[in-house]
C-alpha cells in the first residue's frame, strides 16, 4: 500500500530514488496509462491500445510493455529500460503530483515505501543547501506535463468514445518454441469508423489535435509483433540458460 505525502526539504533531504528499472523496483507492470501528447514517441516502441476502467467505464490509453499481466519485456539487463522512450508515468514513479489548500496549488508528492526511494542507494532529491537537485527539477517537470496532458486527454478519450471509435481486440500469440496464448481485454482504434467520420467531425478532430494521436495509435499495433517476437527471444533465452 502506498504511502504518499508531501516531499519537502525539511522532512526528506536525506531521501534519494533509485532511477533505474528492474522487478525488484516495481517495474514489471504489463502496461502504463500514456497520453496523447506522448503518442508520436510512444509509438516507436510500443502497442497503444485503450483500457476501459471496470469503475468508471472510462477508457484508458495504454502502451502496451507486455503480453501477460506481471510481464514487462522492456527491462533489460543492469537495471535498464530497453527502450528509446519511456512513458511519463512511468519516468514520474514512485512521484505524483499533490494538491493543496483553497488554491488547489500543485506540489510533489513521494511514495516513502516504494522499492526506489532509499536513504542511501540513488540520485539525491535536495542539495545540501536544501534546493532541489536537477533530478527533482526534471521530475517536477515531467508531473506538470502529466497535469496539461490529463485536461487534452478526458476531451480526446470523451470524442472519441462519443463516435465510438474503439473495438475490442483479441490477437492470437504463438512463440517460436510453439507456445501459443491471446491478448485480451484491450481496445483498438476502428481504422474503418475513423475514416468514414463526416466533414464536421473530421474538422473537429483536426482543431483539437486528436487526428494525428488516433492515426499514432493505428499505426503502433504493428509493435504488437514486435513484442511477440522480444518475448519469444526472452523465453528462448531463458530456456538455454535453465
Known sequence: MANTVLLTADKHKHLKVKARYSSALGDNVMWSPTYPAEFRSVQADYPILFHKDANSEKFIPAALFGLEQGENLFLGESEQWDAAYIPLMMQRIPFSIGLYGEE???LVNIDLDHPKVSDSDGVA??????????YLERVSGMLEAIHVWVEHNDKFMAA??????LEPVTVDITLE????????????VN?????LLDATDFHTFFEQDFLEPLYMAIASVANIRKLINRKSKLTTKASLAS
Not at 472519441?160 to 471509435?165: P, R
Not at 481504422?191 to 475514416?195: A, N, P, S, T
Request: a negative charge.
Open 125 to 134: 532529491l535536495f542539495e545540501e543547501h536544501g534546493a532541489p537537485t536537477e
Open 104 to 106: 488547489k496549488k500543485r
Open 160 to 165: 472519441v468514445s462519443e463516435l465510438n471509435l
Open 177 to 188: 518454441n510453439g507456445t501459443q496464448g491471446q491478448l485480451m481485454g484491450f481496445y483498438a
Open 191 to 195: 481504422e474503418d469508423k475513423l475514416k
